[in-house]
């Protein structure tokens, strides 16, 4: 089989968990440069935030790690993509909020990797033209919310402190100490849901509270196991008085406004690194705690919890629709949205549309233009090499979880082998007239000064197709007898 190999898309990466989008246009000539792109697969990527319309459950928006917002009408079975930030691709959207009085506005706060700065969006149109609001120009916006009880006031937390504006982000003021070496890099907010003054904010350093609107901080660390990163916090919007904090040493819950925090109990050690908390807005004593090994549950307000995902799951933000609440969601890292019709107690992914993964190379069949190869960067579960066989005109694309091999009629049989992404190596591809069974021999990498590979067996001719990937395999692994 003849493959056409084309050279690495070369875009800067996040980090190597961060991907950005793979785009098709699909031609038979050169198309010229301002000529339009879409996104075309595969699906799939870093999900970092939701935000839903009040009112209106099925109405979601996404964010995600390369500026682009999402779109769902129908409750996150599909996703449009609507909208890119600041003509940039490395803004990471970790906090989008539809005004709860002007569900036509949305607000959407953002930070950059390695890099002190972010900002601030506003749409007045449901999120199809953006505006950056300059009061916070600059500002890598860790945490942002709206009061409950007024929707004209807004508080960022950036690494610089707390900020707060009154007037929906026309004009904001700095309500945290100026220079305070301890209410800084604000990763966690959450306003009281009846009194506005009331703000509670999670440092990397501890949790803090005020109750006069930021003229006066406490620092409400009783319980809390000291220099604590607080990444997540809620408040019972019936009982104010209950609130909940994660941070990297554990989940806790406070009965009495934060004056003392009790560790709860039931998370292992290994996951303890809870990046979001998320009450069932119909059941309060049901919370989840998204972790950086899994989705975990309490039905008793936090006496016990049950793990409902595996450990590779990485949590960035859960929905519970309040009008189904078995309905759940997950933002993801690599895997995207994952959707749960009963509560949590299975997932399946729910990616269509949503497209933002990092491709490091493409390979087109040159006897057959319609399939199209794509090494995407990730590890095991979610990288490797992504088969389209309708020139990528959709978004479906094969992911070979074991070798496989695909039927050619004028080449024989290409196996294709699951690649996995590492530094300065290459993708193996083999190509064979006749299925071998000697391929379940051991097999070797790609040398990365070479542009050969060597097998075991030695009627197995090898291509490297990309220097930035790799094959599955490895001394020692084998391939499955019924492979090819």
Not at 53 to 61: R, T
Not at 120 to 135: F, N, P, Y
């Amino acid at each position: 089989m003849n493959l056409l190999r084309l050279a690495p898309l070369r875009w800067r990466s996040l980090v190597p968990a961060f991907v950005l989008p793979l785009f098709f246009l699909y031609a038979t000539e050169v198309l010229p440069a301002q000529a339009n792109w879409s996104p075309s697969g595969p699906d799939g990527g870093d999900a970092r935030a939701f935000a839903a319309v009040p009112g209106q459950p099925s109405h979601l928006y996404l964010g995600s790690t390369d500026s682009w917002i999402y779109e769902s009408m129908d409750a996150g079975t599909s996703w449009l993509r609507l909208a890119m930030l600041d003509g940039t691709d490395d803004l990471i959207l970790d906090n989008i909020v539809v005004d709860a009085a002007d569900p036509q506005t949305v607000f959407a706060a953002a930070w950059r990797l390695d890099h002190p700065d972010g900002g601030l969006w506003v749409s007045h149109d449901a999120g199809h033209s953006w505006t950056e609001m300059q009061g916070l120009h600059g500002q890598s916006i860790r945490s942002f919310a709206q009061a409950p009880s007024n929707p004209k006031i807004l508080i960022a937390g950036t690494l610089q402190g707390v900020y707060r504006s009154s007037d929906e982000g026309a004009t904001w003021s700095l309500i945290s100490p100026a220079g305070s070496k301890e209410i800084h890099e604000v990763e966690s907010l959450a306003i009281d849901p009846a009194n506005p003054d009331v703000i509670y904010a999670g440092t990397w350093h501890l949790p803090w509270k005020t109750s006069d609107g930021g003229q006066n901080w406490q620092n409400i660390k009783e319980g809390v196991i000291d220099d604590s990163d607080v990444f997540s916090i809620i408040i019972d919007p019936v009982k104010s008085n209950i609130v909940y904090a994660s941070a990297c040493s554990g989940i806790y819950k406070s009965e009495n406004g934060g004056k003392l925090f009790k560790k709860i109990q039931g998370i292992p050690s290994t996951a303890r690194r809870t990046r979001v908390l998320m009450q069932d807005p119909t059941q309060p004593e049901t919370v989840y705690a998204g972790t950086t090994e899994g989705l975990y549950k309490t039905v008793n307000g936090g006496k016990s919890f049950k793990v409902m995902t595996g450990p590779e799951v990485i949590v960035n933000d859960i929905f519970v629709d309040p009008a189904n609440p078995q309905h759940v969601m997950l933002a993801v890292d690599r895997g995207g949205v994952l959707v749960s019709q009963d509560g949590g107690a299975s997932f399946t992914a729910s990616n269509q549309g949503f497209s933002a993964r990092k491709v490091e190379a493409l390979l087109v069949d040159q006897k057959n233009p319609g399939r199209l190869m794509a090494g995407v960067v990730n590890d095991k579960n979610y990288g490797g090499a992504f088969l389209s066989i309708d020139g990528a005109m959709s978004s479906h694309w094969l992911s070979p979880l074991m070798a496989r091999c695909w039927p050619e009629q004028t080449t024989g049989s290409f196996c294709w082998i699951r690649a996995r992404i590492r530094p300065r190596n290459g993708l193996l591809a083999t190509s064979s007239p006749t299925p071998s069974p000697r391929l379940q021999q051991r097999l070797f990498l790609a040398n990365a000064s070479t542009s050969k590979s060597r097998s075991r067996t030695p009627s197995v001719s090898w291509m490297v197709a990309s220097p930035r990937l790799i094959s599955l395999a490895k001394p020692g692994w084998r391939l499955p007898r019924t492979a090819c």
